[in-house]
DNA sequence: GTCTATAATTCGATAGAC
DNA sequence: GTCTATCGAATTATAGAC
């Protein structure tokens, strides 16, 4: 055997967290029934609140690795002192990018949960006293970018990112758009994003 | 008594209507129990029923209205003749933040249903074969804008534009940004955008 | 049309055997 | 740790009186 363990060989534990995650991402809390979970990890529904109490604290160790995961990625982003502005652009839409391309579901998943009962992520002020602000505000002064409220760079960077992963069933129905073609788009877009950034933050 | 009704002056099914409006976008179907619409509507559980048979044709009514709505939009934009593009552009986004300030839950409430139930919207079809399209089109050839794909930029405006209601609660949380200041900055987008999508359009 | 009462089902959680 | 069986509450829907 090799200590890398097969899907099988995962403890029990482990099969209810794989299974909730997949359907509680994928339904959403009040849909998904505790008995599916069960069902969809191979044990009984008994065992699943003999080793997680109850469906809300299960639930909630799922949203908090989804909540942690999306959050890490504009957190690495914006603390990083080591890179230019154009650099941290490019580098939060590509881990976005690939991430959302494994886990679709994820961001309708938080944002579903933040507006239900809102965290205290308080990504406003972690973006306000960040470093990637202070290049932003360095660059405004020495006038490279245009005067433009910071608040609308971060929006627009993320808006541009995530949005079309929300809209994904709306734009990609019927095979009208295959699986195939979106991921390439999304691809291209990894480019794309960081030009038409540039292109916002240089116009007057 | 003046002929536009008051709003105790409603029809049952009225009330009804607007209660299940009111729950349903803002829980969502699963998360709404038919007792807290009859409750909001001030009547009685059965009463539901007799109007709607079931919680089900109640949610469709609900929810063909907010799809409606939402599509409409993008329909109104892409088909107008008489419009050069940016005249397009600046409507859609005006027309779209308007909405959402009045109907900040709608966006969140269509792609979580659009996802489950995938729609026949043919949103792409619509906008391949539209006139905004032929615009885009020609644009390009005449060099007046750069070379680019066509979904990237619809995508571009929608994201723009419709992302930050989505994301609001997670920019927005313990008075970090008031209400006030959300309104402001969306109100300060509608001339934004337009011009953000210029400058992309004209980048190289 | 509107109500009260209740049927029928579903769901989260637990008891208790092994 | 894992299972079967079941409880108790909640929820949708309906029956039947007025």
């Known amino acids: 055997m090799t200590p890398k363990a097969k899907k099988t060989d995962l ?41 997680f109490r109850s469906k809300e604290k299960l639930f909630e160790i799922i949203m908090q690795e989804n ?3 999306f959050m890490q990625v504009i957190s690495d982003m914006v603390n ?30 938080v944002m579903n949960h933040l507006k239900s009962t809102p965290q205290r992520t308080e990504m406003r002020e972690r973006f306000m006293g960040s470093y990637f602000m202070k290049q932003i505000q360095q660059a405004m002064k020495k006038g490279e970018i ?28 019927n095979h009208s758009l295959s699986s195939e073609q979106f991921y390439n788009l999304m691809q291209e877009r990894k480019k794309l994003i960081p030009k038409w950034i540039d292109a916002m933050l240089k116009s007057k």
């Open 11 to 51: 403890t029990t534990e482990q099969k209810i967290i794989h299974a909730a995650r997949k359907l509680f991402t994928m339904k959403g809390y009040e849909a998904t029934k505790t008995r599916d979970i069960a069902k969809e990890a191979g044990i009984n529904l008994a065992l699943l609140n003999y080793y």
């Open 67 to 69: 909540v942690g995961q």
């Open 80 to 109: 990083n002192e080591n890179t230019s502005i154009n650099e941290k652009i490019e580098l939060l839409v590509n881990n976005y990018i690939d991430m959302l391309t494994r886990l679709p579901d994820m961001p309708l998943f």
């Open 146 to 173: 245009t005067t433009i409220n910071p608040m609308n760079i971060m929006m627009n960077i993320v808006s541009l990112t995530i949005f079309p992963f929300i809209a994904k069933p709306m734009v990609q129905n």
